[in-house]
């Protein structure tokens, strides 16, 4: 029965790259540290958060965001000191200030602009206006008589 709660517990829990020695004692600490952890992307994997590479470079940044937190910085600041040795990239999440701004802004401006680039085309688009020759007035005349 032991094993079987064992198994299912490995299974069940995420896997994480987080060592035992990188633990804070402190779990409010902890916490935090994780939760900065999984917005901040592995500079090697790209595609993976550092709380779940197993890169040299994610565990050293695991490390930093800890001290930091001991030193006692809030997590905007232990944020904007990985962001300013790394650069926004490092971000899931990048901030929507500065230069990244405009690619905040580009996808809802490229979307209305074409609506409106919509909505003008298909009002332009009037139906032209047809009128029955005397030739095809006086057939549905005959028609609708029978």
Known sequence: M??????????????????????????????????????????????ESIDDSSAP?????????????????????????????????????PRAEGSNLILWLAGPALFLAGLAIAVAAQRRRVAPETRLTEADEARLREILKE
């Open 57 to 93: 470079i994610s565990r050293d940044l695991r490390i930093i965001i800890r001290e930091r937190l001991v030193a006692g910085d809030s997590d905007r600041e232990v944020v904007d000191y990985i962001v300013a040795r790394y650069g926004e990239f490092v971000l899931f999440n």
């Open 2 to 47: 032991r094993a079987f709660v064992l198994a299912l517990m490995l299974v069940a829990t995420p896997a994480l790259a987080v060592q035992p020695d990188e633990i804070l004692a402190d779990p409010a600490l902890e916490a935090r540290a994780r939760e900065i952890s999984r917005d901040i992307r592995c500079p090697v994997c790209q595609g």
